[in-house]
């Protein structure tokens, strides 16, 4: 798949909702997992690697359930996305008004060499494009929107922070090509209890 030299930077475009961010829940896996560990952790992150691919945006939306009072992020591929499409229609469905989806779209699955996800080809074969903030819309969710450019990422990103949600942003980004293999944090069972006890106050 070809990108445009507009495309965004994926660590570039993390740093954006960095600066944005009070204190809002967050969550990474995969490709944003690796990048989001390059900055200052916070108590309310959560950086999901290892992982499965299509659980974060499901895990986000129980937490955005069980505490509606604190907004959520969940940071996902379009690889991710792809494996678990009906997670936007149950999203959809439970209408949590403190849920943001933002979609790191690149077109290929990148942490497991750059293969080209389905969407990218068919785009390609079909002469038509695979667009998933349409997706997101017409299965439910409100608000949806594709952007290109990191200054139009800067325009929306605290929209995408205070709107009633759920709210699906699709980020075009460029594939990583080198060192795109994700590294874990380590210490599961201790992040998952200290994140826990974030999510609770107790820290």
Same mark, same amino acid.
């Given at each position: 798949?070809?990108? %445009?030299?507009?495309?965004?930077? #994926?660590? /570039? /475009?993390?740093?954006?909702?960095?600066?944005? *961010?009070?204190?809002?829940?967050?969550? #990474?896996?995969?490709?944003?997992?690796?990048?989001?560990?390059?900055?200052?952790?916070?108590?309310?992150?959560?950086?999901?690697?290892? @992982?499965?691919?299509?659980?974060?945006?499901?895990?986000?939306?129980? &937490?955005?359930?069980?505490?509606?009072?604190?907004?959520? $992020?969940?940071?996902?591929?379009?690889?991710?996305?792809?494996? =678990?499409?009906?997670?936007?229609? #149950?999203?959809? =469905?439970?209408?949590? *008004?403190?849920?943001?989806?933002? $979609?790191?779209? =690149?077109?290929?699955?990148?942490?497991?060499?750059?293969?080209? #996800? +389905?969407? @990218?080809?068919? *785009?390609?074969?079909?002469?038509?494009?695979?667009?998933?903030?349409?997706?997101?819309? !017409?299965?439910? &969710?409100? &608000?949806?929107?594709?952007? @290109?450019?990191?200054? !139009?990422?800067?325009?929306?990103?605290?929209?995408?922070?205070?709107? +009633?949600?759920?709210?699906?942003?699709?980020?075009? $980004?460029?594939? $990583?090509?080198? =060192?795109?293999?994700?590294? %874990?944090?380590? *210490?599961?069972?201790?992040?998952?209890?200290?994140?826990?006890?974030?999510?609770?106050?107790?820290?």
């Amino acid at each position: 798949m070809s990108h %445009s030299p507009s495309c965004m930077d #994926t660590r /570039a /475009a993390l740093d954006v909702l960095r600066r944005a *961010r009070t204190n809002e829940v967050l969550l #990474t896996s995969m490709g944003t997992g690796r990048e989001w560990q390059q900055f200052e952790p916070h108590p309310l992150d959560f950086v999901q690697v290892p @992982s499965s691919m299509g659980q974060t945006q499901a895990w986000a939306l129980g &937490i955005a359930l069980a505490q509606p009072q604190k907004r959520v $992020v969940a940071c996902i591929g379009d690889g991710s996305l792809l494996m =678990n499409l009906g997670s936007l229609v #149950t999203i959809a =469905n439970a209408a949590p *008004r403190n849920l943001t989806l933002l $979609v790191f779209h =690149n077109g290929v699955y990148e942490v497991t060499g750059g293969q080209s #996800t +389905p969407a @990218s080809t068919t *785009r390609r074969l079909m002469g038509h494009p695979v667009d998933l903030a349409s997706i997101a819309l !017409q299965c439910g &969710i409100p &608000i949806t929107e594709h952007l @290109s450019t990191i200054d !139009q990422w800067r325009d929306r990103v605290k929209d995408a922070l205070t709107l +009633p949600g759920p709210v699906c942003l699709v980020l075009d $980004v460029a594939p $990583v090509r080198e =060192n795109f293999s994700v590294r %874990s944090p380590g *210490r599961p069972k201790e992040r998952i209890r200290e994140f826990a006890a974030a999510l609770q106050g107790k820290q």
